[in-house]
Every structure is written in C-alpha cells, then in structure tokens.
C-alpha cells in the first residue's frame, strides 16, 4: 500500500515538471528504493536452513529416533512439526511459560530434544528447556547426544 501510494504521489509530481526532467526525475525516484531492495535481496543468506531437515545434527536425531525408539513415543521438542512427518513419533511443543514439569507429567513424554547452543537455535531451549533438564537430571537419561541437539529418556514421571 505504502509502495503504491508512494508511486501515485511520484506520478503526480513528475506530471507537474517539464517532460524530460519529469522522466530523469521519476527514474531516479523509482529506482533509488530498488537498488536499496536489490542491495539488500543480494547479502541474504541462501544457504539451507539450519533448523530443518538439511541439517546434519537434526537428522542425526531423527535417525535415531527411527532405530531406537517406538512408535508409540512422544518427544518433546521445541520444533516439533518436522520430527513426526520424518519419524512417524508424535511430538509436542511447550510454551514458553513456568510450570513445564507439570507439562510433561501431563503429556507423558518419552523423550525431551533440546538445543545444544545456548542462545542459538532455539533461544527458548535455554530459558525453559534446559533449566527443567537441570532440575530433573534424575528422572532423566541421556539417550543421544550429537553437537547440536541432547536426546533425554523420560525414566519417570
């Protein structure tokens, strides 16, 4: 909307100057945002994205899941859409709000998936998921581990 309004307002103006300084005019009126949204489009990074199933450490995971887990589990993984089209494990999220022990009780978890970079992939892994895995390291296993995700077995609920 801003864009056409912006053009609308350029084409009223150009129309008031003399025909060819009206052209010269309006080329660079239209074209300076455009070099700026080119100069921008270029440094956009186009590689794979980290967090999905191109990433070495995720599919990592997801390989074990296939081999050593049941199919009736339940994982508990902050990005948890993917890991049930490649696994075929049902998976949940959890809000970012207190009280994820009470979650997972009421889940019934299986295994939990965190984030191995502190402020990295999943910034909310940090602040929620790993301060319940600290808490609760006995009532937990380590079942994987890879550079980016720590796998947990659930021993209790």
Not at 62 to 77: A, M, Y
Not at 128 to 145: D, V
């Amino acid at each position: 909307l801003c864009l056409a309004l912006s053009i609308e307002w350029i084409g009223c103006m150009v129309r008031k100057l003399p025909s060819v300084s009206g052209i010269v005019v309006a080329l660079g009126l239209v074209s300076a945002p455009g070099f700026g949204a080119v100069a921008e489009y270029r440094v956009l990074d186009w590689g794979p994205i980290k967090e999905s199933f191109l990433d070495i450490d995720f599919l990592g995971v997801v390989n074990f899941l296939q081999s050593q887990t049941q199919q009736s589990d339940i994982l508990l993984f902050r990005k948890a859409r993917m890991l049930p089209l490649l696994t075929g494990r049902r998976a949940a999220t959890y809000a970012h709000v207190p009280g994820l022990g009470e979650f997972v009780r009421g889940l019934h978890a299986n295994y939990i998936i965190a984030s191995n970079a502190p402020a990295g992939t999943f910034a909310s892994d940090s602040e929620f998921l790993w301060p319940f895995i600290e808490t609760h390291q006995k009532s937990l296993a380590l079942a994987y581990r890879n550079s980016g995700y720590s796998m947990y077995r659930v021993l209790s609920p």
